[in-house]
């Protein structure tokens, strides 16, 4: 017996090429300025977006990949799970991933899921990501001295080696959440010296005390500049902790309450 036929709307290629060059650029002219710019997303990079939307504030997360989830989807040496320790299972019981208990405090999550649900809370709190999209530069400003922005590359023409000018994004704070290297942290220290950002760099793994000084460093590394996840403990001199994550949600949570306060109050 023949199935009826399936009845699938036509559409024209130049159609197809216009709603897309439409909606694309309608997005564009929105995110020219916003609340806050977090780049990396990443584990603290999307808990961070998460909260920001959440409390109201227009984030945008710049990725310069074509994928979410920075060190997660690795796992450790490639295996697919990873560690969270309490209070991190509280952020993601509230995002519906599901924890696997190992012992008292201490829980196992799968990488595929964590870096899918994590994504679609930002963007269901009202985050927007956009992917292979690289920093390039800072915006600053004086009187008083602040980061007031970034410069942002298609990361396709920086791997083609290709020389063209950024264009240029306002925000009100600015979050490196680019993990171990710092990357917006390391040009706005070498660019602007009279930030006074000193990098000692990240010192090797003490995973028993690195999770607690990580989010205890987490927040403001100059006016309007912010440090989260991995990037704190670069610029703070901190020991690595390998693969497990609480401290990397518990840092994203920290810096949007941080910005939150700072931008209220500003």
């Known amino acids: ?27 564009w002219l929105d ?11 990443g584990p603290s990079g999307m808990a961070a977006a998460y909260y920001l939307a959440k409390a109201g504030l227009k984030t945008v997360v710049f990725e310069r990949r074509l994928s979410f989830g920075g060190g997660i989807g690795g796992g450790a040496m490639l295996f697919h799970k990873i560690v969270i320790e ?21 829980y196992i999550v799968d990488t595929a899921e964590f870096m899918a649900k994590l994504a679609a809370s930002a963007i269901s709190a009202g985050a927007k990501i956009i ?7 800072v915006i600053f400003r004086e009187n008083p001295l602040r980061v007031a922005g970034v410069a942002v590359e298609w990361t396709a023409t920086q791997m083609a080696g290709l020389h063209v000018d950024p264009i240029f ?18 040009v706005a220290s070498r660019k602007i010296p009279e930030l006074g950002i000193s990098i000692p760099g990240e010192k090797s ?5 690195a999770e607690k ?3 205890e460093n987490t927040g403001m590394v100059a006016p309007g500049l912010y440090a989260t996840g991995m990037a704190v403990t670069e610029v703070k001199g901190l020991p690595r902790m390998g693969p497990i994550f609480g401290a990397m949600v518990l840092s994203g949570k920290k810096v949007a309450e941080d910005i939150i306060r700072d931008l209220r109050n500003s």
Do not use: C, F, W
Request: proline fraction near 1%.
């Open 86 to 106: 309490s209070p991190a299972d509280e952020i993601l019981r509230e995002m519906g991933i599901k924890l696997i208990k190992a012992e008292e405090g201490v």
């Open 169 to 186: 994004i306002s925000a009100k704070a600015v979050v490196d959440a680019t993990g171990h290297d710092a990357e917006v942290i390391s």
């Open 1 to 27: 017996m023949q199935s009826d036929s399936i009845q699938i709307k036509s559409v024209e290629e130049s159609k197809i090429s216009r709603y897309i060059i439409e909606y694309t650029m309608k997005d």
């Open 213 to 215: 000084l990580t989010v």
């Open 131 to 137: 992917h292979g999209i690289t920093v390039d530069d």
């Open 205 to 209: 793994a003490y995973s028993e005390v």
């Open 31 to 41: 995110l020219i300025e916003n609340d806050v710019v977090i780049v990396g997303a």
